[in-house]
């Protein structure tokens, strides 16, 4: 028993840690495998090497598919909270690593599926060790949020834009100049308003390159919006970092340094001895 | 009368509003109304299934068309005064919602109106309750107002620039390489300064080459411009940089700014030891 | 001699101002004499109108390079300085209205050069009594002086970067892919890293594609910085405005209010009556 | 010995600095030299004067080569460090401009390598005297610094992004519709998440059309994210709001905030009636 909890205690600290020389070796080793295995399905993928090294890549695959499933079945075993692991965001998408190939032994169509694997490619944040990393990516999660209801109503407002912008153009342009239908309409000023242009349908008559014109300066002025509320939140959040909360008892004051003693407003202490644990202030500090 | 008016106060309550139960399944059935016709209308322009189920679709449209009338009729019929919502902006969309298929009977071209009912999905706005949301939108709108005139500027600008850049590459390519008018050169013009470049016209000429590099430069660089103005107000807006309620003890001037000490127009201290909490200053915040 | 000068008053008040109502009639005039003359040059350049109405236009053209010919020759003889007012940006642009025709009774082929015209639309601007506007947009040009040398930095790194990967191209994709010169590979360049995208010319090798790739993203990221730099600026432009500008005698503090008669980090008078005019504020106003 | 380090003190001062009149007449003919060999090299690969001109582009070519050669000598001639020249960022981009014309000399097909002078624009910065503009730029280096990881985080998101879009498109639309690998739909992914759209790759499937929608949606989204990380960076290193460098008379504390009244760790006034104008603080200011 002590043997066996000492041995997934210390397959733990290798797979899910990084402290030790041995798990830093591990995540280098398992960041090659990803790599590797990423190359290796798109090299397949292009036909003159898929029909020189068929053989070659299959045996490849399979050894990858391999690997991982060991990786994932260690994960479970060493894992204090197994179903905690298998539910978590970077449990499934382990899990989504190796269940194609084993579908693909079942179903011939399915061997397609295997580029699914494209999705290990959001473990390679973990292995990098971007801990360090994750500490400006938090500025940019903490603005998002900060920002969703306003982005949802931007959404809504640009679904609600192509949809009109579509079918108007269904009718002024109609099948005839390749607006085949409205979805396909609504395809086609999505296409524009993102300022994308693909050129596959274009506007002939000159009501419809009217309102194409209309889309067009549409687009390429709410690029704007997104722009302006991601910025404003995150200029928001730059500026209040190391800042303490806490109101000065005396003008409430909200802000003050992290190592301020006295209000620099009014002068008065921000904290009296008598000050109990609830009043006390929450800095801001970001959370790793 | 005491009984209609009663039921006229119920129907107001079931339709306008969002307070009771009863209400609130209004509203959904109304979303699910609005999101099936609108689904309606799009598979009925792919002709695969506008062969298939030409029928099923006709009966379908006719369906909502009418569940549209009269629910249109009923808040004519309950709202405290029907001519301010006939003519309010929901009321005319709600008009536009019906009114193509009535057209379609006495016009068989007018079919293609029908179409014209997507402009029924700014009603979504409401129907999802997104009050909590216009909150969070009031912002955007603040700052779009604010900057409308810097907006303006801008537009006529781009107005400008467009039509002196068509007028330019249709005297440099001319009719041969596709700007076969002022008009359409423009629409080339707007195509290439708002990036998106659909590639239906292209210059050949080495001198329209080079006047659509500037073309392209100018848009790239000018994107700017929007994005600014936009941030610059939106930034402004969220800012609690406001000013802070507080009655100065000496001359009783009532708004400082966050930061002030002492009181701008007598130079007396703001604050005093003494100060109690209940005489604290409010700092303007952001309301939720 | 009194008349006439009463005359030449009386001219120049109704074509350079908008205070009386004849002045701001002459003003509506003139917008709507510009528009159409720039209407009537844009149709005439559709083969189908042209070859339907050429004589109108012909006519219409005539009538209006004689309006603008005596609208110029008014403004030389009303203005105080006739010289100044020729040289200026609105008297150059005025000039070039006119001269196009008159050179194209000379030389058949400048016919074209009547769509020069089109530059007329920037007259548009103070026909339409946007000094209300005008105030605004000087915020704009304020924003955009103080960036101008950063601009020029970033727009002369744009230029390296188009070069350097525009030859980088030509030497892997080749002539026979479509980059048939190192200037139209620089043209691509530019349309690839504008993000506008023609498609006229497209990688058609691996390394080709890839190195698209590397442009492409450089494109898109660097969009940030002419945005960044001129967002920058307008705020820092906006939030500066209405603040006076002199230093506190006491503590030095460089902003204040308005209105403030004392300092509100020092408390000390901000003016003394021994003030001599050479230490006097400057208010930070906009100059119209 | 005198002579000779005299002649090398001169030729330093004329080749790598600007203060004396015969240092700024070098830098401009070296100017010129730089400009007309990159218009000689793209104008030898337009066919047309390739072939009427071969012989004086091939003349021209070997004269500039020599005379870079020449200055490079120089340079590492007149370097008190000739190692640490060699070594520097310039020294490789001036070895980088003769070194392809020598391998041409004993490779026919090295011919195109001359090309890669075109990387010899990167020394226009230095010889347009650009020390003024670089304190501008230098801002833009610092917010470019400051945001390096939060750049980081955003290019590893998009390669996620792009390599996982490509890789469905693969499997959607498949190499019948152009997606013929992996690598050629993620070369598609990247062309249409920057919004460059060239067109020679899209998508005819009805849920193909539909990914791209999501593929279009994403990318004029988070161009939101780098515009707001470097606007923000921007603004913060450009703002005023530093820190008031100004000893406190009680306890001495070097710095506070510009606003502060107080010293927020003794608690004492700042400033008194009193304070003579030598001891007042310093803001810290833009240094033009």
Same mark, same amino acid.
């Given at each position: ?10 397959? #733990? ?39 020189? #090294? ?12 391999? %690997? ?11 894992? !204090? ?17 190796? %269940? &194609? ?10 061997? #397609? ?19 360090? #990393? ?27 834009? @192509?949809? @009109? ?23 086609? *000023? @999505? ?14 008559? !000159?009501?419809?390159?009217? %309102? *194409? ?12 919006? &997104? ?41 008065? &202490? ?19």
């Amino acid at each position: 028993m002590d043997n066996r909890q000492s041995w997934r205690q210390r397959l #733990y600290i290798i797979i899910f840690e990084t402290s030790t020389p041995a798990a830093q070796r591990f995540d280098n080793w398992l960041l090659v495998a990803i790599l590797t295995s990423l190359v290796v399905v798109m090299l397949d993928s292009i036909e003159r090497f898929h029909n020189q #090294y068929a053989g070659l890549f299959s045996a490849l695959e399979w050894f990858f598919t391999a %690997l991982f499933a060991v990786e994932y079945a260690l994960r479970l075993y060493c894992s !204090p909270k197994p179903l905690r692991y298998a539910f978590s965001f970077f449990g499934l998408v382990d899990l989504l690593a190796v %269940l &194609p190939a084993i579908l693909a032994l079942m179903f011939a169509d399915a061997q #397609y599926l295997m580029i699914v694997r494209a999705i290990r490619m959001v473990r390679i944040f973990r292995v990098l060790k971007l801990r360090h #990393y994750l500490t400006q990516a938090n500025f940019l999660l903490v603005a998002l949020r900060g920002s969703k209801q306003k982005i949802i109503v931007f959404l809504v407002s640009v679904s609600t834009l @192509v949809t @009109v912008f579509g079918a108007l153009m269904y009718v002024v342009e109609g099948p005839a100049h390749g607006f085949t239908s409205i979805p396909t309409s609504i395809y086609w *000023a @999505v296409v524009t308003l993102t300022t994308v242009g693909f050129g596959d349908i274009t506007p002939k008559t !000159p009501l419809g390159q009217m %309102l *194409a014109t209309m889309v067009m300066i549409t687009g390429y002025s709410i690029i704007a919006v &997104p722009t302006g509320i991601f910025t404003a939140e995150l200029a928001n959040a730059m500026r209040q970092d190391g800042q303490m909360e806490h109101d000065c008892p005396h003008c409430r004051k909200p802000r003050h340094e992290h190592s301020a003693a006295f209000c620099n407003r009014c002068g008065g &202490p921000l904290f009296t001895r008598c000050d109990a644990a609830s009043s006390a202030p929450r800095d801001r500090r970001e959370t790793d």
